[in-house]
């Protein structure tokens, strides 16, 4: 059998060599003053070895993912959830849940495909700054 990770609080997987994603997650940061979430690089060994029970290993990396409360949030659902989980006016996000799963995704696979093209893609994973480092999961 293989290794069983404990993972504690709210983790946000995500692709470290997408330029627009880095970016996202800085942004994020500057967001989360209460610290509630945590991040992965979704092509770090630990991801993959913690996703590989949560999603179809042909599925990492090809969007974002959110860990909370032991459930596996992916794609638009996943960005609803990180952003109603600041509060305040951010609950409003949760006015996109209108439009049919199917639909969100649709829009969010069409961003998704394109992201490297329009955005570019980083050599190397983006390194944290050191006043940040402590909120990112390393192998």
Excluded: H
């Amino acid at each position: 059998m293989g290794t069983t990770y404990k993972i504690k609080g709210d983790i946000i997987f995500y692709d470290g060599y997408c330029v627009i994603c880095s970016r996202f997650i800085r942004q994020l940061i500057k967001l989360d003053k209460n610290r509630k979430y945590s991040f992965a690089s979704i092509s770090s060994s630990l991801s993959e070895k913690f996703l590989s029970s949560k999603i179809d290993k042909e599925q990492v990396g090809k969007f974002i993912i959110l860990y909370s409360g032991d459930k596996v949030y992916k794609k638009s659902d996943a960005v609803i959830k990180i952003f109603t989980g600041f509060g305040g006016g951010f609950v409003l996000f949760n006015l996109l849940r209108v439009f049919p799963k199917i639909l969100r995704d649709f829009v969010y696979d069409v961003f998704a495909s394109y992201r490297y093209r329009l955005f570019g893609k980083l050599k190397q994973c983006d390194i944290p700054s050191k006043e940040i480092v402590d909120r990112f999961i390393y192998d």
